[in-house]
């Protein structure tokens, strides 16, 4: 079943906390919604959970139907007195499936999460995140319509983080599951999701691939959040813009030309040394520092100081170099 946001607004005493939410979540999908904090992401996630009721709007599945089975993902707590078998099959003892099949279901389960030799355990016998698995494994077990996840994993180290994205990833597939996760962090979020909507302010700015995103923010409160990027402010001398380390023509992705232009310098994929058509500025390197396959170089250009990532010892510091935008730079 796919679900469907509509015209979803929310409001608390003065403050309009959602304002007209409208997307479509298919079956089979993460669909991650990545915004700061603040920007209305619990709130909606309560109305989706029917934990909260909207001011206006709906929430409907296909063919207008009410979404059932809807499952919160957030409490790890393990029943203490059960083993981690009883742990995960408690949901479905509950809902009375038979002993064999709640078993192999849970052999299932244990085996996609490398937790088979942890069965007899009891949860004080296993460290945090063999308690995270089992309780996830607990949790998807049940095989629900939607899960909603609210940034269920921001408490663990980065490591551990990856690990358990990577479960509720291979469990989503395996157990073709729904699932609308909410988080602050944008790689959780691209490493989830083809379909990243962006919230902020209660309004879902940009829905869009995780590269584009990157590439093409909708505008300049998504280009901030998103982060890793220059902004030099500048401005406008007829088509062209002036700012302190570039003058020339450029180019916008909001839907009118903005009044006073920012120019957005990611730090990846936007400046090289390779000629261009499109030359950027002469500048100094004051410092370059590995960063995995890439060096973040920091440079200066007058009085204004950026940073850029090029490969590894493309540049020596104290030396000058001339930078190329690889296409029209991009103003907000
Ligand atoms: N009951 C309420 N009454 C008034 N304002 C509220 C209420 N609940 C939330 N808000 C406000 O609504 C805004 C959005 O809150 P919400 O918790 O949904 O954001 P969030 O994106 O989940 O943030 P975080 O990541 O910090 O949890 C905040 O400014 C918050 O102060």
Not at 89 to 102: N, S, V, Y
Not at 184 to 195: D, M, R
């Amino acid at each position: 079943m796919a679900y469907y946001l509509e015209k979803i607004s929310q409001t608390k005493g003065h403050q309009e906390i959602l304002k007209q939410i409208d997307l479509k979540i298919e079956e089979n999908e993460v669909f991650a919604i990545l915004g700061p904090s603040g920007g209305g992401k619990t709130t909606l996630l309560n109305i989706l959970a029917q934990i909260d009721q909207p001011t206006s709007g709906r929430f409907y599945g296909d063919n207008d139907a009410q979404p059932k089975g809807i499952l919160v993902f957030q409490d790890y707590r393990l029943f203490p007195h059960m083993t981690v078998v009883q742990n995960i099959t408690f949901g479905l003892k509950m809902r009375h499936i038979p002993k064999k099949a709640r078993l192999a279901r849970a052999a299932e389960i244990m085996k996609t999460m490398g937790i088979s030799d942890l069965a007899k355990r009891y949860p004080d016998e296993l460290s945090g995140g063999q308690q995270q698995r089992v309780a996830l494994a607990r949790a998807l077990i049940l095989k629900p319509k939607l899960v909603l996840m609210d940034e269920p994993f921001s408490s663990l180290d980065e490591g551990l983080r990856l690990e358990m994205l990577n479960f509720v990833k291979q469990l989503q597939q395996q157990f073709q599951l729904t699932i609308i996760f909410v988080t602050h962090y944008k790689n959780e979020a691209y490493l989830l999701s083809n379909q990243v909507a962006i919230l902020i302010d209660g309004t879902v700015m940009q829905l869009d691939e995780p590269a584009h995103l990157e590439q093409a923010p909708a505008n300049l409160a998504v280009a901030e959040f998103l982060g890793q990027a220059n902004f030099i402010p500048g401005t406008w001398i007829d088509k062209t813009i002036k700012t302190a380390i570039y003058q020339g023509p450029v180019t916008w992705h909001t839907a009118k030309k903005p009044v006073t232009p920012t120019l957005y310098i990611p730090f990846a994929q936007f400046l090289q040394l390779t000629v261009s058509d499109y030359p950027a500025f002469k500048a100094q390197v004051l410092d370059h520092r590995w960063i995995g396959n890439l060096e973040r170089v920091t440079l200066q250009v007058g009085t204004t100081v950026l940073s850029v990532n090029l490969p590894p010892n493309a540049v020596t510091t104290g030396e000058s170099y001339d930078f190329y935008f690889k296409q029209l730079p991009v103003v907000y």
